[in-house]
């Protein structure tokens, strides 16, 4: 089975540069670098090659201990991520899932003792402890839950605080600020949404105004 490795779905700024937009260019370069190392010989024309992917296998077992050792304990230097913790949750959950690992039980029970710790008294989830809810970490609680499953992870959340909550964050105009006094971009809206999508408590009062707000 082979692929096509191309240049034409790079990051396009709609020649608007930006400090973002610069360094998202960078990492496509540094990205594509290492592609072109397993592009076949011969086959790179129009900024695309083909690449075999019988001939390089992903090192599963590996990649497994990694995301358990990261689990059980991350180096101090991490202490600057330390309103991520739901995330990290998260994706070392969504990457077990993706690489078809089995989810032990004591590790979802880990989970969910860890996030019910998180969770905020008004609704919501904060990053760490003593933190204000915020949108984003709630995102990543929810959906490190929801990879959790079972009536203990769901019966954890608490649903009606959370409604309450995400109205609370909810301005005028349609969007969602992260956090009480914080920014306001189409990011609280997605996680908003998702989050009360997932958690079945959508309403046409909390969706008012989205749409417009992104157009």
Not at 8 to 23: G, M
Not at 50 to 72: C, G, M, P, T, W
């Amino acid at each position: 089975m082979s692929h096509v490795f191309s240049y034409d779905f790079r990051y396009d700024d709609n020649e608007c540069e930006t400090e973002t937009s610069v360094a998202q260019a960078e990492v496509e370069d540094l990205v594509g670098d290492i592609y072109l190392n397993f592009v076949e010989a011969g086959t790179l024309a129009q900024g695309g090659g083909a690449i075999d992917d019988s001939r390089h296998k992903l090192l599963r077992a590996k990649h497994e201990q990694f995301i358990h050792d990261a689990i059980n304990g991350l180096p101090s230097s991490f202490t600057l991520l330390d309103a991520s913790q739901p995330w990290f949750s998260f994706w070392c959950l969504n990457s077990l899932e993706i690489l078809g690992c089995n989810i032990s039980q004591q590790l979802r029970s880990r989970v969910i003792d860890k996030l019910s710790r998180l969770q905020c008294p008004g609704g919501g989830f904060c990053g760490g402890s003593g933190q204000l809810p915020h949108l984003a970490g709630s995102y990543g609680a929810i959906m490190a839950l929801v990879l959790v499953g079972g009536n203990a992870a769901y019966e954890t959340i608490d649903r009606p605080g959370m409604y309450s909550w995400l109205m609370s964050m909810k301005c005028p105009d349609g969007a969602f600020t992260m956090h009480a006094g914080g920014e306001v971009d189409v990011r609280g809206i997605y996680c908003a949404l998702v989050i009360a999508s997932l958690l079945n408590i959508m309403t046409p009062e909390l969706v008012k105004g989205a749409a417009e707000f992104i157009a």
